[in-house]
Nanobody, 122 residues
Framework: QLQLVESGGGLGQAGGSLRLSCAAS????????MAWFRQAPGKEREFVAVIRWSDGSTYYADSMKGRFTISRDNAKNTMYLQMNSLKPEDTAVYYC???????????????WGKGTLVTVSS
């Protein structure tokens, strides 16, 4: 079993920055890829970014490129999402997920965190 706990959500301002964290524990998660997804009010959950724990390879949704950065800290067993140039449309619940596949698809995810709410004011 792999446990994922998100933190760092809260209120941000348009043009500002927030950093989300996802602490992982349990199984040997260095064999997994870990990803961020988000779900805005009234919308379906969408892919944000993924990182392969073993070598740090990353992939982003096109709309997130240039503003969001996914990273991991091996020593802390923690993944991050640095969000810059925030926009009101970034308001969403952000979920951390883990998969045995280096994938952007929700159905490939094996474990999910409970999510952390990010609200961006204009």
């Amino acid at each position: 079993q792999l446990q994922l706990v998100e933190s760092g959500g809260g209120l941000g301002q348009a043009g500002g920055s927030l950093r989300l964290s996802c602490a992982a524990s349990g199984r040997t998660f260095n064999r997994y890829a870990m990803a961020w997804f988000r779900q805005a009010p009234g919308k379906e959950r969408e892919f944000v970014a993924v990182i392969r724990w073993s070598d740090g390879s990353t992939y982003y949704a096109d709309s997130m490129k240039g503003r969001f950065t996914i990273s991991r800290d091996n020593a802390k067993n923690t993944m991050y999402l640095q969000m810059n140039s925030l926009k009101p449309e970034d308001t969403a619940v952000y979920y951390c997920a883990a998969s045995r596949e280096y994938s952007a698809y929700q159905n490939d995810m094996d474990y999910w965190g409970k999510g952390t709410l990010v609200t961006v004011s204009s």
